[in-house]
């Protein structure tokens, strides 16, 4: 049983640009969360999307953005990347309200 | 802001029991305790979770106060394997409207031979 896979594992993007990072979530789960960590801090809440659709979001600005498939897999998307979006991103999978489960996660470095 | 407060460290000699706190004083009734835990550089692990009741899996125990409004996570026999920052959320159950995961900045547990 596959859990949460990411990819890219790790990326290196030039400030300014946009990124594209890929989530597909355990078998059977049909809710994707994404979460954002600094080096040295906990994750921080991105969003949340079921059928489709933003339900939840964290303080992050509008250059954040996502999309679930009907296949329920995910995209985050990050624009006009800052020095300070370097970081660990994570996308956490669950079946509707129940427990979440992480990938390993993607590493960016905005450079 | 996260709801939970822990200590940032902790350490723990191999083999002896790793009690790690956690109050969440304003916890509401619909609230679930969960823990993860993250070693370097990976993604955070579930460990377990509770509503109001004891809970025991084969990796820990929860233990929760009466009152709801603290918690300890007990890692029976600790080993070096274990050293890892431990995360203490509280989240509601459900899904209606989607719910947000909060995590403060954990406890890190440090095992020691």
């Known amino acids: 049983d596959a859990g949460v896979t990411q990819s890219p594992t790790h990326l290196i993007k030039t400030r300014g640009q946009q990124v594209t990072l890929r989530c597909s979530p355990k078998?059977?789960?049909?809710?994707v969360s994404w979460y954002q960590q600094a080096l040295g801090q906990g994750p921080q809440f991105i969003f949340q999307?079921?059928?489709?659709?933003?339900?939840q979001r964290g303080n992050f600005p509008d250059r954040f953005s996502g999309h679930q498939f009907p296949n329920y897999s995910s995209e985050l998307n990050v624009n006009a990347l800052l020095l300070g979006d370097s970081a660990l991103y994570l996308c956490?999978?669950?079946?509707?309200?129940?427990?979440?489960?992480f990938g390993e996660g993607s590493w960016l470095t905005v450079v | 802001d996260a709801k939970t407060t822990q200590p940032p460290s902790m350490d723990c000699a191999e083999g002896r029991a790793a009690n790690l706190p956690c109050n969440h004083s304003?916890?509401?009734?619909?609230?679930?305790v969960y823990w993860y835990r993250q070693i370097h550089s990976q993604g955070p692990q579930y460990i377990i979770h509770?509503?109001?009741n004891n809970e025991t899996n084969e990796m820990a125990s929860l233990i929760i106060t009466e009152d709801r409004k603290s918690s300890t996570l007990i890692l029976p026999h600790a080993t070096l394997r274990d050293t890892a920052v431990y995360y203490c959320?509280?989240?509601?159950?459900?899904?209606?409207?989607?719910?947000?995961?909060?995590f403060g900045a954990g406890t890190r547990l440090f095992v020691k031979a």
């Open positions: 304003t916890i509401s009734g619909n609230e679930y």
């Open positions: 999307y079921y059928e489709e659709e933003e339900r």
């Open positions: 956490a999978s669950s079946l509707k309200g129940n427990t979440i489960y």
């Open positions: 078998s059977g789960h049909d809710t």
């Open positions: 509770g509503l109001k």
């Open positions: 959320i509280v989240r509601v159950g459900g899904h209606t409207g989607g719910f947000k995961t909060i």
